[in-house]
């Protein structure tokens, strides 16, 4: 009798706890919840930080975060779009995406926005970048969240000490020559910190711009893979040589975040990178640097053109979101110049999102907290994604070709160079390979 | 004379060999502590820099040479705290470990009885063939799963992510269970069916509690593989329920400086398994242990 009541209970308790688990969670509140799907970055936490505001002034609405790793996210979503999985209302896509998502049908045109949010604002190399500009289906598929080029950042108590005046337009050889002086490992400097972390959104990247200057393209105009060209050897050979005899050890995992670390910390002499890392590099309380820090155009070889990038984190709706209606309220409010303002009151004028609007730049709060403004402002409306090279070439974008096999292209290029980098093969090698795997990239997708 | 100074030579020396031998036996236990040692702090090492480092600022977590001396702040955990509300994502790793757990226990207690007691001209196929769904790369049924779980209205459901953990340890489990059902005699079985046990109360009554160690230890193993899984219950998920291993994710980023926040999330989010791992390292030894020795 025991026993059995021992087993009564026990399978009571089991049934009980397996039902606990398998009831899914209780109906939401009766405001209308939408998902939004963002990047770990800065801007993006601030973002998540002010929900209170924006739930406060939009009652009816009620934000849910997805933060993931950039490449997470990036497979995370595309999974989600490509099945129509309706799982996110809002997701934070670049420059790369929005133009190949809306190709494909899966993004939600942006007609008609509001006028109070005055679309004429957006500047426009940022806003062309994320609308499609041929076809039937023509318009904006994203809204900008914030906006990047590239630049040269430089440390103005060593250009000094070496006796370097820094000229308005900087070549890469000058940049070498400056290197040599600057680099006393020693001492703890490296004369140029550099990317090297393999990836289309890393080395790629930076690689890209300077094949750029150094007069090459990825594609020719019957879209044939242009690696083994001259221009490329010539610029990763430079590349290689520079970070070899000047750049920090084991430069094949510097990244980003590694490298705003190296220079903030006081160990580079200059450093090409994202224009968006101004505002980190100025603030006393992430950079040593902050009262010795200088900046210049992107470093240029041949031409200027496409010797800086062009990127923009940017705000969708997918076709697939049951919500459009709010989701569009949500984006429209954080792509705003009144979001904009909100964050330089609450979080201070130097951590507002930057490179999306030209009141921005006109704003003399942010002009005294940024003394970089104007200059990235500049870079940004400069850098021309549909004409980024010397010669012609069939596709756009400066850093990157808007197709959707470049992710894998370029990460596989970026580690072609990254060994090259390491030393573990010849630059020569790495680029035959590179051209290779490209061609049979091209070929399979039917190029 | 002589036999008894041969005699207490003989005892000498027996005395010498038996300290050697005992001094050799303690000499190759030092050794044997010491490697233990090792390893264990080895293994235990990265955990520890965890933790340290997520009483870090994130200028010290990144600093070279890594600060071993710092004054700690907590910081990190208040950040993360104030970005996502932890116990959110620890409710549902419990809830779906656990579920996954039992559905899985529930399903292979049978299903490993049937192998062990009533083997057929198969069984041993079957079982290999259930262990080799674990050869494949979870990521090539990314898709199809993502579909069915799209049309079922599974996709961000406690729910699904309790089947999928199930499907996935399921093999494990069964044979994990059908190795300690063996060990089991089968006159035991049948002494209780010759007294009239039916075959549910033969499970219940005699082979359960023989193998309860042997039980638990798989039931925990499940527990802790369903706890740290990161595919799925990242790609099936976005907030509802979102597990601990997602929050860790949030908290890595290209840009900017994470390293004692990511700490700090990892910190929180293997504490739980991990002091249930010590409570229960007993039975898990004892579980993975039982039968070893006849």
């Known amino acids: 009798m025991r026993l059995s009541h021992s087993m009564l209970s026990r399978r009571r308790l089991l049934s009980l706890a397996a039902l606990a688990a398998l009831t899914p969670l ?6 209308e919840t939408i998902t939004v799907a963002t990047v770990n970055n800065a801007d993006m936490v601030v973002m998540q930080s002010l929900t209170n ?3 406060k002034s939009h009652p009816d609405i009620k934000l849910d975060w997805v933060v993931l790793e950039e490449n997470v996210l990036r497979q995370r979503l595309t999974t989600d779009i490509a099945t129509k999985g309706g799982q996110f209302d809002v997701m934070t896509i670049g420059t790369y995406e929005v133009p190949i998502w809306a190709k494909q049908g899966w993004l939600t045109k942006l007609d008609n926005l509001p006028a109070d949010y005055n679309e004429a604002d957006l500047i426009k190399p940022i806003r062309d970048g994320l609308s499609l500009t041929e076809g039937d289906d023509q318009g904006l598929y994203a809204l900008p969240f914030y906006g990047e080029s590239s630049m040269l950042y430089y440390r103005k108590d060593l250009f000094e000490k070496a006796g370097i005046d820094m000229p308005a337009k900087p070549t890469w050889t000058q940049v070498n020559d400056w290197a040599s002086k600057l680099n006393a490992p020693d001492e703890g400097v490296y004369g140029i910190c550099l990317r090297g972390k393999p990836g289309w959104g890393e080395n790629t990247a930076l690689l890209s711009t300077m094949v750029n200057s150094f007069g090459g393209r990825w594609f020719d105009e019957d879209w044939k893979p242009q690696l083994d060209s001259p221009a490329w050897n010539e610029a990763v050979n430079f590349y290689v040589d520079l970070m070899n005899n000047y750049g920090p050890p084991g430069a094949t995992s510097n990244g980003f975040n590694e490298n705003l670390a190296l220079f903030s910390s006081g ?11 101004a505002g980190k590099l100025y603030n006393p309380k992430e950079s040593s640097v902050a009262d010795k820090l200088g900046f210049a155009p992107a470093p240029i070889a041949k031409t200027e053109k496409g010797s800086h990038w062009l990127w923009s984190w940017a705000l969708a709706i997918p076709e697939s979101s049951k919500s459009k209606d709010a989701a569009r309220t949500f984006i429209t409010w954080a792509t705003s110049e009144e979001y904009i303002n909100l964050v330089g009151e609450t979080q201070g004028w130097a ?10 730049y006109e704003n003399p709060a942010y002009q005294e907290a940024a003394p970089f403004a104007s200059f990235v402002m500049d870079a940004i409306n400069s850098a021309d994604p549909t004409d980024a090279t010397l010669e012609p070439v069939p596709y756009v974008g400066v850093q990157l070709v808007t197709i959707p096999e470049f992710q894998s292209i370029g990460t596989q290029v970026g580690q072609q160079m990254a060994a090259a980098l390491a030393g573990q093969t010849s630059v020569e090698d790495a680029l035959a390979s590179a051209q290779r795997s490209t061609e049979r990239t091209m070929r399979q997708s039917g190029y | 004379m002589m036999t008894s100074s041969t005699n207490s030579v003989a005892a000498a020396s027996m005395a010498v060999n038996a300290s050697r031998a005992r001094r050799s036996v303690l000499n190759r236990k030092l050794v044997l502590t010491l490697v233990a040692w090792t390893i264990a702090l080895m293994m235990f090492f990265p955990i520890f820099w965890m933790f340290l480092t997520s009483f870090k600022t994130e200028a010290e977590a990144i600093s070279t040479p890594p600060s071993l001396f710092f004054t700690p702040s907590i910081d990190g955990y208040i950040e993360i705290q104030a970005r996502a ?10 809830v779906i470990s656990l579920g996954a757990t039992l559905l899985a226990l529930l399903i292979a207690i ?24 674990k050869m494949l790369p979870s990521v090539g049924v990314l898709l199809p799963v993502y579909l069915i779980f799209r049309d079922l209205g599974l996709l961000d459901s406690r729910t699904g992510l309790i089947i999928i953990y199930m499907l996935m340890n399921l093999p494990i489990v069964v044979w994990m269970l059908y190795t300690f059902f063996k060990d089991i005699p089968k006159d035991i079985l049948e002494a209780g069916r010759m007294d009239g046990a ?6 219940f009554h005699l082979l359960l509690p023989l193998t309860l160690p042997g039980i638990a230890s798989t039931g925990l193993l499940c527990v802790i593989l369903s706890w740290n899984e990161a595919f799925w219950s990242l790609n099936l998920t976005t907030s509802n329920a979102a597990p601990l291993t997602a929050y860790i994710a949030s908290f890595s980023s290209p840009e900017g400086l994470f390293w004692a926040k990511l700490s700090a999330a990892s910190t929180l989010a293997v504490a739980p398994i991990l002091i249930f791992g010590w409570m229960t390292q007993k039975q898990m030894v004892r579980g993975l242990t039982f039968g070893a020795v006849k």
Do not use: H
């Open chain 1, 26 to 31: 209780s109906g939401q509140a009766s405001a």
């Open chain 1, 53 to 55: 505001e924006f739930e």
């Open chain 1, 267 to 277: 160990k580079c002499g200059m450093w090409v990178d994202a224009t968006s890392a």
């Open chain 1, 351 to 360: 951590s507002i999102p930057p490179g999306t609007r030209k009141s921005t």
């Open chain 2, 85 to 94: 509300d932890y116990f959110k994502y620890a409710l549902n790793s419990v």
């Open chain 2, 110 to 133: 049978p299903s490993a009885y049937s192998m062990a007691f009533l083997p057929t001209k198969r069984t041993q196929t079957t079982l290999l063939w259930m262990l080799s769904t």
């Open chain 2, 198 to 203: 039916s075959t549910l109360q033969e499970i």
